[in-house]
């Protein structure tokens, strides 16, 4: 069966593993780094990423992320987790992981007061899939080998480039399991060729 | 494209789990709790200590402290209310305030009736002691519930308390047949459609922190054990002598809540905790938590 992980540091580890188990995949949430190895794929969800990230480092988590980045297994990331996974990042010098070449502005639609769900055309996903967006990021720029898969009011909420994907919304939070259903397609085909070997 | 909707409020509160949420009173203070791994702060004029210390009513902050701390942080920042008081919470809410807490810490300013908390498009947080009160709070619009417990204390056994009353409550609900429900409602004093909730779902429809008396790292992880979802600290963490490694050691003994060797270490050389106050000493009237209903 596809294993695919969630990094339980902090966040919405739940309604990922909900989602995911309900894609008939099994969900494993990492806490401790040796826990990876066993995941196909992996999902860095929403929470707050200063907090993550903190967290990221106390464990020494960073190198292996980017050794799992760096293996080919894919990596799916959600508001705050699109922020961790994006190359660059507005007002910042360093990004965090930085596999997925996209630049990111964090909180980019404002305070929560205007954080909103809205329909979105997801390419390959949906045409109509309700995306909830709470306090979320926005992708400014895109580097030209990334796929833009939605845009809400001309800016892109959602983004693939080959084993990569990253959401300003949060799918776990509704019971519409398409974009996680999409992620572990991916993850089933980056898993094939290794099945062969 | 719609704001303020039941799971935009309900799911920033999803995004603070496993975390821990910090009284500040100033720009400074947040700074120190933001790098400490904070996933949110709460802004005061007085930490609730304080206010116990200091007596007579107790309101919403200066908004000039709110402004200080939102242009500090890039985290949430969240404002206490007072219960009932309508214009400070549309004040916070106007602010861009990112989650209001209309709370027992400040002077009740309306002794018959909680907020309707469904009218604002910004999240609120309500204390609990129980499942009766806390199904009555989301009845109103709450998005998050965290434990009463006795503020400004340092003392955990109230807090130990009410998690473990709504827990239990909750499994009681849970194992429950249909047709037992409307007497459950009506013993509680909660929305029978909340406890139908509960019942299909297994657990609160809302996020469930624990706060009111949390001083040490081990406090904060025996919350985590008794099933809280995350933890507020109060008065803990900028009353010790070193609050950036206390606030720390907080979150990290959160997150590890379970890991007690880590839990050890965590706790060594923190210096003197707050001194805390045993509840049975306390006056009733100067217990917070029978504050509101």
Redesign the interface.
């Known amino acids: 069966m596809i294993k695919i992980g969630v990094l339980?540091?902090?966040?919405?580890?739940?309604?990922h593993v909900r989602s995911i188990e309900s894609c008939g995949a099994e969900a494993i949430v990492i806490?401790k780094i040796e826990q990876l190895e066993e995941a196909d794929g992996l999902i860095i969800p929403?929470?707050?990423s200063?907090?993550m990230r903190?967290?990221i480092d106390?464990y020494d988590f960073m190198p292996k992320l980017k050794e799992f980045a760096d293996s080919g297994k894919p990596m799916f990331g959600t508001?705050?987790g699109l922020i961790l996974l994006a190359k660059q990042i507005v007002g910042y010098e360093e990004p965090h992981i930085g596999a997925l070449n996209v630049k990111v502005e964090?909180?980019s639609f404002?305070?929560?007061?205007?954080?909103?769900?809205?329909d979105l055309d997801i390419a390959d996903v949906a045409e109509d899939f309700t995306a909830?967006?709470?306090?979320a990021p926005h992708i400014v720029e895109a580097d030209e080998n990334v796929e833009v898969l939605a845009k809400h009011e001309g800016r892109i909420v959602a983004a693939r480039e080959g084993q990569f994907l990253g959401s300003s919304f949060?799918p776990e939070?509704?019971d519409d399991h398409r974009l996680t259903q999409y992620f572990i397609n991916m993850v089933k085909e980056a898993k094939k060729p290794l099945a062969k070997q | 494209?719609?704001?303020?909707?039941d799971?935009?409020k309900r799911?920033?509160a999803?995004?603070?789990?496993?975390?821990v949420i910090m009284d500040v009173v100033n720009a400074e203070q947040a700074k120190i709790a933001?790098e400490?791994?904070?996933?949110?702060v709460m802004a005061l004029e007085r930490v609730p200590s304080d206010i116990r210390a200091a007596g007579g009513v107790a309101r919403m902050a200066d908004p000039r402290i709110m402004e200080e701390v939102?242009n500090a942080v890039?985290?949430?920042v969240m404002a206490k209310a007072r219960i009932g008081h309508i214009v400070e919470a549309r004040v916070l809410?106007a602010m861009?305030?990112?989650?209001i807490d209309e709370s027992e810490v400040l002077t009740p300013a309306d002794e018959e009736y909680h907020l309707n908390k469904r009218d604002y498009?910004?999240?609120f947080v309500c204390g609990c002691r129980d499942l009766g009160e806390a199904l009555r709070r989301i009845g109103e619009g709450a998005s998050m519930l965290r434990t009463k417990g006795e503020p400004g204390t340092g003392n955990i056994v109230e807090a130990v308390r009410h998690m473990r009353k709504v827990n239990a409550q909750v499994r009681k609900v849970s194992n429950m047949s249909e047709d037992e429900l409307m007497t459950e409602a009506k013993l509680l004093g909660a929305p029978y459609e909340l406890l139908l909730e509960i019942r299909s779902l297994g657990r609160l429809p809302v996020v469930n922190f624990a706060a009111g008396g949390v001083a040490t790292p081990a406090d904060a992880a025996l919350m985590m054990e008794l099933g809280a979802d995350g933890v507020f600290v109060g008065s803990g963490i900028f009353k010790s002598e070193n609050p950036a490694k206390f606030a720390r050691a907080i979150?990290?003994a959160t997150?590890?809540y379970q890991d007690y060797k880590l839990i050890a270490e965590l706790s060594k050389e923190l210096g003197t905790p707050m001194k805390g106050i045993e509840i049975s000493s306390l006056a009733p009237e100067a217990r917070m938590q029978e504050r509101g209903w």
């Open positions: 339980g540091l902090q966040g919405a580890v739940r309604e806490k929403g929470g707050e200063t907090t903190r967290l106390k508001c705050a964090r909180n404002g305070r929560q007061k205007e954080s909103f769900e809205a909830v967006f709470i306090r949060h939070l509704t | 494209m719609k704001t303020g909707t799971r935009v799911g920033m999803e995004m603070q789990k496993g975390g933001e400490a791994g904070a996933v949110a939102m890039s985290i949430p809410e861009g305030v990112d989650y498009t910004v999240p979150v990290e997150t590890h």
